[in-house]
């Protein structure tokens, strides 16, 4: 029990750090820290699929993207000058008071009411959850459902990845046909 | 099976993080920061929700889970190359200097 609360509260603290921290390099490494250990409580939960992809997608590739940008632009720059809660009007602030609250109510409501996923895993469901015995059951099972149930998305999703690669090149093509 | 409390308690929490970079934040790089942020607290919930079952697991969720990581990381690449190629036009990652983009 303590070792999730070490980990969840390891998320928190460094994706505070990131969205707080005025240099940018040092919000990449807390985002980076946010990555590796939200795999780490995904394989703790008992889904190492989503652990593994979280590691590779989140953690690795992203990182590893966002960290490129920073080289190639500002190189580290510290966050402009007046960049600091004040300079938002009371508006603005009153919108993100009012999110926050609602934010926090709907999730902690979540656990009084009855979640429609909860209901729908636990009827319609039941014959897909299954009880593992280790981690190569989950695994395998998880890639099996993807195939056999989820194949239409994939293949979707690949046309959705293979356009946002032409989106990325086009963008760097122009980049450079300017210089 | 870990108590879902905790899961609810982080998950408001990167999502106020999350909001919270999206509203105050002029850099375009924080922007996506705090997109990425959303996106973790949205995954993190559906999973913890799916594994409330003692013993069970679920596959449903993990396959959409892993669907949903693809996506959010090619979401994030766009967002870097539309970043750095403003960076080139403009020289700057301030939201607000680049006015140039309004109709």
Sequence with gaps: ?179 | MYPITFFIVTTALLFVFGLVALTIKRDLVRLLIGIEILFNAANLFFVALSTQHVGMIDPLPQSIVMMALVLDGTVIAVGLALALNVFKHYKTFDIRKLRRLKW
Excluded at chain 1, 18 to 23: D, Y
Excluded at chain 1, 146 to 152: D, T
């Design chain 1, 1 to 179: 029990m303590i070792e999730i609360l070490f980990i969840l509260s390891l998320v928190v603290v460094s994706a505070l750090l990131a969205v707080t921290s005025r240099n940018i390099v040092f919000a990449v490494i807390a985002l980076l820290t946010t990555n590796i250990s939200l795999g780490v409580a995904y394989f703790m939960m008992g889904a190492p699929t989503v652990a593994l992809f979280q590691l590779a997608i989140f953690a690795g590739a992203v990182v590893v993207f966002f960290v490129i940008t920073v080289m190639l632009t500002t190189g580290g720059d510290v966050e402009f000058d007046d960049d600091s809660v004040p300079w938002i009007n009371k508006t603005t602030q009153l919108v993100l008071a009012a999110a926050s609250v609602l934010v926090l109510l709907g999730v902690s409501l979540t656990r009084e009411i009855a979640f429609p996923y909860l209901e729908y895993a636990s009827s319609a469901l039941e014959t897909l959850m299954f009880a593992p015995t280790n981690y190569d059951d989950i695994t395998t099972a998880v890639s099996q459902f993807l195939w056999q149930h989820r194949g239409f998305d994939l293949v979707s999703q690949s046309f959705v990845v293979l356009a946002a690669v032409i989106c990325c090149i086009a963008l760097l093509k122009i980049r450079r046909d300017h210089e």
